[in-house]
């Protein structure tokens, strides 16, 4: 199936290509064309399986929308927008009569739980913003079903950073099955054509002294409450920065100790203490980076709720001396409307870049401060801006997400000049090419600096301003953005390098061919020449962990005796069992050869004792002996079927063959007691002559039996009285 009139990059077609063959996760800046990769891939596995379907997901209605109209334009196949506003019945109709599904995670994860689609017909997953694949997000739990349900799965992850946290980059590479990743920024060799140089300034400004004055109140109140924690061993003596999270981490430690019954008066204090820290950072940072009318508004909603609230937190904070002096002088400041240095300096830059075809995007953290800028701007000739936030969730300012795309299209049309906007713009939306882009505040977000980055330089010489108060936490924010972007490329460089090792062939790579295939590494020829002797499917490549890939679990190493000694000599076989057991999650060993391996290389036999001991019991690998290379091919053979057909029964729970014989099973029960193998079990039935009085007896009556002592009664005892637990 062609894309009609589309012209792909060069870099577009590099990913595309390995996301033909492999799970891919996409790092690619805001403005680079996603989406087209996806539409690209969607195409291709559309040739492939010509009766299969598409999923393509986003986190919100806007995204969705965004990303049919994409496909719309160059995919003419049947495709519909689900969200939850459809009919569950109705959905259930449409999964079926249309080829590309498009919709928000959630609907998705209620139809799968309520059985209303079947996976199994899907060729491709997207998920778009695939760094929310962390935690109970619906991404984690589609793409598990799709991976077990769909008979040939492939998934792409889209997103323009995976974040700095190596934990939650591991996570989104586990939850969505990533086989590989593809990473581009604009000064990749194959990016570099398609983009233009973007300028970026950073500029300072001063705080009047009237703020510095109120930051003092507020510092002397935090720093009091912290000397408290201090004095109770809540944080350490030596911290004189305590910032948000560490507050929170502290207060979700103490609640737990109070949950678990821990009874101490510090606990309930010291979370009473981190709230009223909590309350003052967040004044702290509204001065610093906004302004005096979103502190003053914060500031006032605390003192008028003291009145109404019983939360000690409250209480305590506006009695405090400093707080209570900090909310005095911002009120007449307020009054006098006196505004931050920022609001000026951002007044003045919109002023000298505005010309007629001037588009600008001007990012805050805060829907407060966005109405704020909008009320200083539009006073400015030739300026017409709007803000542009998300949905509401409580009270304040909100917009709908039919507002949000009519705001967009307003933008587009250049009938706004001038977008204020919060994270809402930064997270994929279709938002115009701008000439301009302010932060308002440095962000300690690598994400979100990215994101807002890609919004210019895509067609033209691109502008970025950032405006920092000095000396405030405007400027760690800042240098925070810049070693967490520096980090995220440096994690996912390494994280690219581990999966390379990690990149065997899959299992979808054996369901095209019904014949049992083993894929082998370069340098084991004589055992690939034993395969094909035995009508095995055999695939050379050049294996970075193991021998034989076997299935998506299982990978094999093949030692001969002599190389088993020698590799344990000089330790390469100690690493290649780590990349083995790193790399699938059924590793094997097999040692091949007829010779004593104790008598090799005049190594004590210990040594070699413990080595193997090592193996079975620290890397929990099964170790497998074969007389030669045609025994070896026999057993992968054996092993690869077993992994490759859906029909092959498994094995018993004990691997041993149903008894017969009334005797026989008598033994067999009595086999499974702790510690009885089938000497005792037969010696326990000869002294006690049947099964019922062997569990009626009591721990002397078992210890008259020969081998079984005090401990052994003891255990076989508690296995028979113990009661069964769910």
């Known amino acids: 199936m062609d894309l009609k009139d589309f012209k792909p990059r060069l870099y577009q077609e590099n990913i595309a290509y390995t996301a033909l063959t492999k799970n891919t996760l996409v790092v690619l800046p805001t403005g680079l064309g996603k989406t087209a990769i996806a539409m690209m891939l969607a195409s291709e596995r559309l040739k492939n399986f010509k009766d299969s379907k598409i999923l393509i997901l986003a986190p919100s209605k806007p995204l969705v929308a965004q990303h049919f109209k994409t496909f719309k334009k160059y995919i003419d196949l049947p495709m519909e927008i689900f969200t939850g506003e459809v009919k569950p019945e109705l959905r259930k109709k449409l999964y079926m009569e249309n080829t590309l599904i498009f919709s928000t995670p959630q609907t998705v994860a209620n139809d799968i739980a309520n059985k209303r689609i079947d996976l199994n017909g899907f060729s491709l997953a997207v998920f778009d913003e695939a760094h929310k694949a962390v935690g109970n997000y619906d991404y984690v739990s589609i793409a598990g ?39 581009r920024t604009n000064l990749d060799d194959d990016v570099r054509p398609y983009v233009q140089d973007v300028e970026i300034d950073w500029i300072k400004v001063d705080l009047p002294e009237s703020f510095l004055e109120v930051g003092n109140f507020l510092k002397t109140s935090l720093s009091h409450r912290l000397k408290e924690l201090k004095g109770w061993g809540l944080i350490g003596r030596s911290q004189d920065q305590v910032g948000k999270k560490q507050l929170l981490e502290l207060q979700a430690r103490l609640h737990g100790k109070i949950a678990q019954g821990i009874k101490d008066a510090r606990m309930w204090s010291g979370i009473s203490i981190c709230a009223q820290c909590l309350k003052i950072n967040h004044s702290i940072e509204l001065l610093e980076s906004q302004g005096l009318d979103g502190l003053y508004r914060y500031m006032n909603d605390i003192f008028d709720s003291a009145e109404k609230t019983s939360v000690k937190a409250v209480k305590s904070l506006v009695k405090d001396i400093n707080f209570k002096s900090a909310f005095i002088k911002t009120k007449n400041l307020y009054e006098e409307r006196v505004i931050h240095p920022k609001m000026i300096k951002l007044g003045e830059i919109i002023a000298e870049e505005a010309g007629e075809d001037f588009k600008c995007i001007v990012f805050t953290q805060y829907r407060e401060s966005a109405k704020m800028i909008s009320e200083h701007i539009e006073k400015i000739p030739g ?30 049309e250049r009938k706004i000049n001038v977008l204020i906007s919060t994270n809402i713009g930064e997270e994929g939306l279709d938002i115009p090419e701008v000439d301009l882009v302010v932060f308002y505040e440095p962000i300690p977000s690598g994400i979100r600096a990215i994101q807002r980055r890609g919004r210019t330089g895509r067609q033209s010489k691109g502008k970025i301003i950032i405006l920092i108060a000095k000396n405030t936490r405007d400027e760690a924010y800042h240098w925070t953005s810049l070693n967490k972007e520096k980090k995220m490329h440096s994690l996912i460089k390494s994280f690219s390098e581990k999966i390379a090792l990690e990149k065997q062939p899959t299992l979808n790579d054996f369901k095209e061919n019904s014949k049992t295939k083993v894929i082998v590494d370069h340098r084991e020829r004589k055992v690939a020449d034993e395969l094909m002797d035995i009508d095995v499917d055999v695939e050379i490549k050049e294996l970075k962990a193991g021998d034989f890939v076997l299935s998506d679990k299982v990978g094999v190493e093949l030692k001969t005796k002599n190389d088993f000694v020698a590799s344990m000599i000089d330790g390469r076989l100690n690493n290649q069992l780590k990349l083995l057991r790193e790399n699938f999650e059924i590793p094997l060993l097999i040692v091949q050869g007829e010779d004593d391996i104790y008598s090799i290389r005049n190594v004590h036999p210990n040594a070699i004792r413990g080595m193997l001991a090592t193996i079975s019991v620290s890397y929990g690998i099964p170790i497998i002996y074969s007389k030669n ?72 009556e078992l210890k008259r039996v020969d081998k079984i002592g005090k401990k052994k009664a003891e255990s076989i005892k508690k296995i028979i009285d113990e009661e069964y637990q769910l």
């Open 629 to 700: 290379a045609k025994d070896t091919a026999g057993i992968l053979k054996i092993v690869a079927k077993r992994e490759q057909d859906p029909n092959f029964k498994s094995f018993n729970l004990r691997n041993e063959r149903k008894p017969l014989t009334s005797k026989e099973l008598k033994e067999y029960i009595v086999e499974s007691l702790p510690g009885i193998g089938r000497n005792l079990s037969r010696n326990l039935l000869e002294e006690f002559k049947s099964v019922r009085k062997i569990f009626n007896a009591d721990v002397e």
């Open 383 to 412: 300026i017409r801006p709007k803000v542009f936030v998300g949905q509401l969730k409580k009270e304040g300012l909100g917009m709908s997400q039919k507002e949000q795309m009519e705001v967009i299209k307003d933008f587009s």
């Open 145 to 183: 079903e799709f991976a077990r349900k769909s008979s040939y799965p492939r998934i792409l992850g889209l997103t323009a950073s995976p974040g700095s946290d190596k934990a939650k980059i591991e996570e989104v590479i586990k939850n969505l099955f990533i086989e590989e990743i593809e990473i």
